[in-house]
């Protein structure tokens, strides 16, 4: 019996969870990952990113059809390019210090809610809009990931390619003419200081982005012309997931989200899409 596999039935014994039981020990193979954490919630929070990591580079690297890799030649297989590894639902995690366990299945609680559709549901008003934008139609692709995301950091980057899309090139009055940037360089070129051509490029790109304004002045310009109510603490509280995604994406560090910073913040995003739903209805 493979190591892992003898891990999992001693924390399965004495459990009295047979459902969850059987369909470890039914699975053909088990992940163990040891990481320090002082909840055994952390623990599997923590464990389960390092494992959705491995299976993600698994997929990455399997897509992969060069014949050599890293001066190597390595075979390559089609049909391992079309697999899908994937974790199952179910996670066993043990303190080795505390020698508390505990089985559950993360996502269980979600999916076995169900939603009422009857025909007087209040989940079918208003309708989903038949011709939906393009960018609307991807900023609710990106919400139902970041919904659905174990893993707050990626829910958090799904969160803000919703509202990208949602925002899209939604922006205040323009505050200079394009009679007036022209003017702008026209002097820079004739009265400026001698510039490189790599200097001259930059300026001129400068110039040109007058008129883009800063993201958190083009979302206030989309949630007032579409009427969506808000506070100033929701906003706040959205912005600072806004750090966290910044962090992510320009490889630093981010901080721990606070897990209900991000639920309300779903809960807001939400309520602007629906009221875009509302406003294209």
Same mark, same amino acid.
């Given at each position: 019996?493979?190591?892992?596999t003898?891990?999992?039935?001693?924390?399965?014994?004495?459990?009295?969870?047979?459902?969850?039981?059987?369909?470890?020990?039914?699975?053909?193979?088990h992940?163990?990952?040891s990481?320090?954490?002082?909840?055994?919630?952390?623990?599997?929070r923590?464990?389960?990113?390092?494992?959705?990591?491995?299976?993600?580079?698994?997929?990455?690297r399997?897509?992969?059809?060069?014949?050599?890799?890293?001066?190597?030649?390595? /075979?390559?297989?089609r049909?391992?390019?079309?697999? *899908?590894?994937?974790?199952?639902?179910?996670?066993?995690?043990?303190?080795?210090?505390?020698?508390?366990?505990?089985?559950?299945?993360?996502?269980g609680?979600?999916?076995?809610?169900?939603?009422?559709?009857?025909?007087?549901s209040?989940?079918?008003? /208003?309708p989903?809009?038949?011709?939906?934008?393009?960018?609307?139609?991807?900023?609710?692709?990106a919400?139902?990931?970041?919904?659905?995301?174990?893993d707050?950091?990626?829910?958090?980057?799904?969160?803000?390619?919703?509202?990208?899309? *949602?925002?899209? $090139?939604?922006g205040?009055?323009?505050?200079?003419?394009?009679?007036?940037?022209?003017?702008?360089?026209?002097?820079?070129?004739?009265?400026?200081?001698?510039?490189?051509d790599?200097?001259?490029?930059?300026? $001129?790109?400068?110039?040109?982005?007058? $008129?883009?304004?800063?993201?958190?002045?083009?979302?206030?310009?989309?949630?007032?012309?579409?009427?969506?109510?808000y506070?100033?603490?929701?906003?706040?509280?959205?912005?600072?997931?806004?750090t966290?995604?910044?962090?992510?994406?320009?490889?630093?560090?981010?901080p721990?989200?606070?897990?209900?910073?991000?639920?309300?913040?779903l809960?807001?995003?939400?309520?602007?899409?629906?009221?875009?739903?509302?406003?294209?209805?």
């Open positions: 019996m493979p190591p892992t003898e891990l999992v039935r001693r924390l399965l014994q004495g459990s009295g969870r047979t459902e969850f039981a059987r369909g470890l020990m039914m699975s053909k193979c992940a163990l990952v990481v320090r954490a002082r909840t055994a919630f952390d623990a599997e923590r464990g389960l990113e390092v494992l959705d990591r491995a299976l993600a580079w698994l997929v990455t399997s897509r992969d059809a060069r014949g050599v890799v890293d001066g190597r030649l390595v /075979p390559f297989e049909s391992l390019s079309l697999t *899908y590894p994937r974790r199952r639902d179910l996670v066993a995690v043990r303190g080795v210090i505390s020698g508390r366990a505990w089985l559950r299945s993360p996502g609680s979600a999916r076995e809610s169900v939603l009422s559709l009857e025909p007087k209040a989940l079918l008003e /208003p989903l809009p038949t011709d939906l934008a393009p960018t609307d139609a991807r900023a609710l692709g919400m139902r990931r970041a919904h659905f995301s174990v707050p950091i990626n829910a958090i980057l799904a969160l803000w390619e919703a509202i990208d899309l *949602y925002v899209g $090139n939604t205040p009055e323009h505050m200079f003419s394009d009679r007036q940037r022209d003017e702008v360089l026209k002097a820079v070129a004739e009265h400026g200081p001698r510039l490189t790599q200097q001259t490029q930059r300026v $001129n790109e400068i110039i040109h982005g007058l $008129n883009a304004a800063p993201l958190r002045v083009r979302l206030r310009t989309a949630l007032a012309r579409d009427g969506v109510p506070t100033e603490g929701e906003f706040s509280t959205l912005w600072r997931t806004r966290i995604r910044n962090d992510v994406v320009h490889g630093r560090i981010p721990e989200p606070d897990i209900d910073d991000l639920r309300h913040c809960s807001f995003v939400s309520r602007m899409l629906v009221q875009r739903m509302v406003k294209s209805g």
